[in-house]
T-cell receptor
Framework: SQKIEQNSEALNIQEGKTATLTCNYT??????LQWYRQDPGRGPVFLLL?????KEKRKERLKVTFDTTLKQSLFHITASQPADSATYLC????????????FGIGTKLQVIP | GAVVSQHPSWVICKSGTSVKIECRSL??????MFWYRQFPKQSLMLMAT?????????EQGVEKDKFLINHASLTLSTLTVTSAHPEDSSFYIC????????????FGSGTRLTVV
């Protein structure tokens, strides 16, 4: 089965440092990976999508990488702020008109002032 | 940006009653919407895919007669939890994909259902 594995343990990081979250997938490489932010009691908010043929994608302080050899995506937040504290979800999808997305359990990030 | 509005944000109902949750795409048309359920400290689990004008597609293990889905227009999908029981208490979230290849899925704000 196609699985998405994220470290379910919380990640604590000092404000100003770079936070790095890991997402590993099993079986074949998905056409793309997505990263979402979820705050308690809220729906996820889409952050970035990276395609299989892209090695890196950036958006402001966010950077995502896609390594098909390691079957892994890394999500970086540079110059982290307390407001970045949330749970970050990784999701994999398949290309095609009908797209079903499988989510990881998410990693909770706590940025300490 | 694309917005999906979900209502209500929370609901408490008695065991045996039915609850309807609405999901609307406000500024785009969604021929397909997705319904998820999330238990505490667990990942989002896809329950069903709602297709405008046709029957919903349910994931394995999800009872279609218990979780009724109606997608009557291009902007509205509803999920009705019928004969709710305490084990149905969960966080229900809908999503849709706005046009554009670089878009991820836009989620509603979720509905916290508590069955007492």
């Amino acid at each position: 089965s196609q699985k998405i594995e994220q470290n379910s343990e919380a990640l604590n990081i000092q404000e100003g440092k770079t936070a790095t979250l890991t997402c590993n997938y099993t079986n074949y490489s998905p056409a793309y990976l997505q990263w979402y932010r979820q705050d308690p009691g809220r729906g996820p908010v889409f952050l970035l999508l990276i395609r299989e043929n892209e090695k890196e994608k950036r958006k402001e302080r966010l950077k995502v990488t896609f390594d098909t050899t390691l079957k892994q995506s890394l999500f970086h937040i540079t110059a982290s702020q307390p407001a970045d504290s949330a749970t970050y979800l990784c999701a994999r999808g398949r290309s095609g008109g009908y797209q079903k997305v499988t989510f990881g359990i998410g990693t909770k990030l706590q940025v300490i002032p | 940006g694309a917005v999906v509005s979900q209502h209500p944000s929370w609901v408490i109902c008695k065991s045996g009653t039915s609850v309807k949750i609405e999901c609307r795409s406000l500024d785009f048309q969604a021929t397909t919407m997705f319904w998820y359920r999330q238990f505490p400290k667990q990942s989002l689990m896809l329950m069903a895919t709602s297709n405008e004008g046709s029957k919903a597609t349910y994931e394995q293990g999800v009872e279609k007669d218990k979780f009724l889905i109606n997608h009557a227009s291009l902007t509205l999908s509803t999920l009705t939890v019928t004969s709710a029981h305490p084990e149905d208490s969960s966080f229900y979230i809908c999503s849709a994909r706005a046009p554009g290849s670089n878009y991820g899925y836009t989620f509603g704000s979720g509905t916290r259902l508590t069955v007492v």
